[in-house]
């Protein structure tokens, strides 16, 4: 096993209640004897260019077992072989003065939830004055590599174009778009939806001309051809450990099965606990790991046809688990979301090529 991606979920507890979030939210907290097992069992197959990300809940609740976590790793890893990246989001409402300082003594890459105009309703009232404020105060730490999540739903979709502009001239470096994928988008929300990329793509392509910045994630120029085919990596280089140590292929997974432990993809999906992990890795990891390895897009399926019969699979990336909140099962995705997923490519492509005829 190698591992380029470990997932610590340090808690699944959270103090917000965002309308959209696919999470059932308990009190469960990462004790520290569970944190040195992990670190123990699984640094040494660590590659030497690993992400460590702390997942929630909301994971600053839990600030004390990612200083833990940070510091057994960093004696572990004293003669520096490996290069550590440490990965956090968190929706900002519990970050200090003290939080800021160790995420940047240590590099830590940040994410902000944020949804721009629609903060204040779809997350939690008020919070939106704060997490300007958290913007401010973030981007005065020059060694946190610093991001925003931006989340919309067929409810607040009116308001996209809007948002993500608000939240760019904020002074938010890069911006990762998500679209809900919980509720049905119908096709007068995807009609908006796409009219509102329109809008997106104009200012995007003024913003770069000013700038020569592209500050969303998804638009960026890519540096080296696609690769032709989503194909899932949970489980084969990455594995995600939970407070009740349950060890999992990608802490997506442990979100949607721990509400269906009675349905078989528990048994499909789970690689077991902490304690048996150790030593029956071998084992019980080769038994699972196969089932991990059928998640490629080709694999995938609509309630219309198979996805591999589809003209624009190898352009395609569904997660499958994302899907599987809405469908209620691992590999099925539905229309709605492979047409959300085309008014993004053909955003994308569009910004892409107006981008070249201003640049030729």
């Known amino acids: 096993m190698e591992i380029s991606n470990l997932a610590l979920v340090v808690t699944d507890a959270c103090n917000y209640k965002c309308s959209y ?14 944190i040195e097992k992990t670190i123990s ?49 968190t929706n ?18 940040l994410m902000l939830s944020f949804d721009g105009l629609t903060q204040d309703t779809a997350r939690k009232p008020g919070s939106s004055e704060l997490m300007q404020k958290r913007i401010k105060q973030v981007r005065q730490y020059p060694n946190i590599v610093f991001s925003v999540n931006s989340v919309f739903t067929p409810e607040t979709v009116g308001y996209f174009s809007a948002s993500l502009r608000f939240i760019i001239q904020a002074g938010v470096p890069e911006i990762l778009v998500s679209l809900s994928s919980i509720h049905p988008w119908h096709q007068k929300e995807l009609d908006i939806l796409a009219e509102e990329y329109d809008r997106l793509v104009e200012f995007l392509v003024s913003y770069y001309k000013d700038t020569g910045e592209i500050p969303l994630k998804d638009f960026k120029v890519p540096q080296e051809p696609p690769k032709k085919g989503f194909v899932c990596l949970a489980g084969r280089d990455r594995i995600a450990v939970t407070p009740q140590e349950d060890v999992w292929g990608c802490y997506l997974f442990y979100d949607y099965l721990k509400q269906h432990q009675d349905h078989d993809d528990y048994q499909r999906y789970h690689l077991g606990k902490l304690a048996d992990f150790i030593g029956t890795d071998e084992s019980l990891y080769a038994g699972i790991i196969t089932n991990y390895c059928a998640l490629s897009q080709s694999m995938f399926f609509t309630e219309k046809e198979h996805c591999f019969l589809c003209p624009e699979v190898e352009h395609c990336i569904t997660c499958p688990v994302n899907a599987a909140f809405s ?28 981008i070249k005829v201003a640049g030729s």
Request: aromatic share 16%; proline share 4%.
């Open 327 to 354: 469908t209620s099962f691992i590999g099925k995705i539905p229309s709605w979301l492979c047409n959300l997923n085309r008014i993004q490519k053909y955003a994308r492509e569009k910004f892409l090529k107006k």
């Open 21 to 34: 979030c696919f999470q059932q939210k308990e009190k469960n907290y990462m004790n520290p004897s569970t």
């Open 41 to 89: 069992i699984f640094y040494p197959w660590l590659k030497e260019d690993s992400a460590i990300v702390f997942w929630g809940g909301e994971p600053l609740l839990a600030f004390d077992r990612i200083k833990q976590a940070v510091f057994l790793l960093q004696e572990k890893n004293k003669t520096g072989k490996k290069k550590l990246s440490f990965y956090l989001t």
């Open 92 to 109: 900002g409402s519990l970050i200090s003065e003290e939080i800021l300082d160790f995420l940047n003594r240590y590099h830590f890459d």
